[in-house]
């Protein structure tokens, strides 16, 4: 099993703390469970933990950035894209300061802590926001360079992260870049665009699919803002049936994303399944008994992608 | 050491030429807030004019003071004092809150050259400038970091959030500014949401008070700066008890001019108890 994505996490903040001394983490008292608290061990002059006051943090870290400092601002995603709002509004949205916001937490991986503390919106709220870039990585290797890139790049960004190990879909050799999606399995019937743990569901998915004869294309839309237009419209124009899969809400994310290109580019009569979390809130228990119940594992993947397959063609 | 006699006259005369040019261009545009900028006339000025480092030639110079007005519906006060200062033409108060200007109803940091954040919504100024003043220690930089803050937005609890970090930080390069004018939009800070004791209360958040009795007086509000200044080991704040809407008898200490538009015969009054009849 893949390590847990909040420790992959942990320990690339804490390797590339070294390489520019303008990098400074911030956290609202749970660095132990965002694992910022690695980076922090290794640096304390330039890690801050500001107490249970998430709005202050992200204020803080805005005032840092005005003097050139990259902060990146951790607490769980639920409370970074609703407590953390005003100042990602004013500051990083509105006034383009480069703070790095990192959603610990996502989706429901945080499981047994119930809904208070799961993230179904965020992706919605922050991609609503002007200037910020948002991103869900799916692996080790996608977290290790979203970590990378947020250190290069001057721009406000969204992350979100998952307490949980994700399946590896990714290796040592794959290419990321900002707004281009990555093929990570070709097809020719139906392409699941997904982002974070639904991609290696996707794949899971692709494969039993394989098996009934359907063949289908997996993409990892890990950068959901700026979105890959263009293979968004390829996908559509060469497989003919999307279905977009995120552990989120089906309102406002990834699959919104998707459907926004699809209408605007003249393909809104292609066929678009939505795998996430119906408008709903989930509850406690363990998390693969939760993701099977609320529609969000390989099953439920493979339903949506039969359904919009039927649906190619019809009126 | 104390400002001059002749240094105090010499910043009446600008306190008052800002404020006729405010009252000015928020009569032209018929929108904006005159209470708040009136009343924190003198405290923008003894920081650009005597307190703090600012260079409006060098807008980025690194080891500049900030100066972070935290209750941004002040702008236009705030705009001029940057024009006189050099960051920009004063001719461009023109512009204020129109298409396409520089000047944003709220201040820009990324439009407008002299504005140190964007600010508007209320109570997270504190945290900003808390961020900038610990950026600046960590950078070795003698900078200070100044925040000005109105008495209605200490109704938020962020600028308390901000104000444990800075204790816990000791930020005593952060000095925050309260214009006290005890008027908010909806009504007096006691109708509204008494503050109490501020001096018990920033008191007990570790921050060092020092009262200005009087924020209209240029003496006593560089002093109490003075004082503030040479604080060691803990943020300090200096309380500037002053009239919201100051030199326009009509509008002092009357909430309904937080934010109104001036009527020309309004506007007539007040130019000529300012002087600045045309």
């Known amino acids: 099993m893949a390590k847990a994505n909040r420790d992959v996490y942990g320990e690339c903040l804490a390797k590339y703390g070294e390489s520019n001394k303008n990098i400074v983490v911030l956290d609202a008292d749970v660095s132990s469970s965002t694992k910022s608290g690695l980076f922090g061990a290794k640096y304390p002059e330039r890690f801050f933990n500001v107490g249970i006051a998430e709005a202050n943090m992200v204020g803080i870290a805005a005032g840092m950035a005005t003097v050139g400092k990259i902060p990146f601002v951790n607490t769980f995603a639920v409370f970074l894209s609703s407590i953390g709002l005003i100042g990602a509004r004013a500051f990083g949205s509105y006034s383009g300061l480069n703070v790095k916001f990192m959603g610990a937490y996502g989706g429901l991986s945080d499981a047994f802590d119930g809904p208070s503390h799961h993230s179904l919106e965020d992706i919605a709220i922050m991609r609503a926001l002007p200037n910020f870039q948002v991103f869900v990585p799916a692996d080790e290797y996608e977290t290790d360079w979203v970590v990378r890139n947020a250190i290069e790049v001057k721009n406000p960004m969204y992350i979100r992260l998952s307490r949980d190990a994700m399946k590896t879909v990714h290796n040592e050799n794959t290419k990321f870049e900002t707004g281009k999606g990555i093929v990570v399995r070709e097809g020719t019937d139906c392409t699941v665009i997904a982002c974070g743990l639904m991609v290696g569901q996707a794949v899971d998915a692709a494969e039993e699919l394989a098996k009934k004869g359907i063949s289908v294309r997996v993409v990892d839309m890990f950068c959901i803002k700026p979105i890959d237009r263009e293979l968004i419209v390829k996908c559509a124009k060469e497989t003919g049936a999307i279905v977009s899969a995120e552990e989120h809400s089906i309102i406002g994310g990834l699959g919104g994303a998707v459907a926004e290109v699809l209408t605007s580019e003249g393909h809104g009569g292609v066929p678009q399944e939505f795998v996430g979390v119906q408008d709903r809130h989930a509850e406690c228990g363990p998390y693969q008994e939760l993701l099977k119940k609320y529609g969000l594992d390989a099953a439920a993947v493979v339903r949506a992608v039969e359904k919009a397959i039927a649906r190619k063609g019809a009126k | ?278």
């Open chain 2, 1 to 278: 050491m104390s400002i001059t006699a002749a240094r105090k006259a010499e910043l009446d005369a600008l306190c008052n030429k800002f404020r006729i040019d405010v009252i000015d261009v928020l009569h032209d545009i018929q929108t904006g807030h005159p209470g708040g900028s009136l009343s924190v006339c003198e405290i923008l000025t003894a920081l650009y004019f005597e307190e703090a480092r600012v260079d409006g030639s060098n807008p980025d110079w690194p080891d500049r003071d900030r100066i972070v007005l935290t209750k941004g519906h002040a702008a236009p006060m705030l705009y001029r004092i940057l024009a006189e200062k050099g960051f920009f033409p004063v001719e461009e108060m023109k512009t204020l809150r129109h298409l396409n200007t520089r000047l944003q109803g709220h201040p820009a940091a990324q439009d407008t050259p002299g504005v140190e954040l964007s600010t508007g919504p209320l109570g997270i100024g504190l945290s900003a400038a808390l961020g900038m003043a610990m950026a600046l220690k960590l950078d070795g930089s003698d900078a200070n970091v100044y925040a000005v803050m109105g008495d209605g937005e200490i109704n938020e609890g962020t600028v308390w959030e901000a104000c444990m970090a800075a204790a816990k930080y000791k930020a005593d390069n952060l000095i925050a500014i309260l214009d006290r004018n005890h008027v908010q939009l909806d009504g007096t800070s006691d109708e509204i949401m008494p503050l109490g004791d501020l001096n018990a209360k920033f008191s007990a958040f570790g921050w060092e008070v020092i009262n200005c009795k009087d924020g209209h007086d240029l003496i006593q509000l560089c002093d109490a700066i003075d004082a503030a200044k040479a604080v060691k080991g803990k943020p300090a704040i200096v309380i500037a008890e002053t009239i919201k809407g100051k030199g326009v008898s009509f509008m002092e200490g009357k909430n309904t001019w937080h934010g109104k538009a001036i009527g020309d015969e309004e506007y007539k009054i007040a130019m000529a108890e300012l002087g600045g009849a045309k």
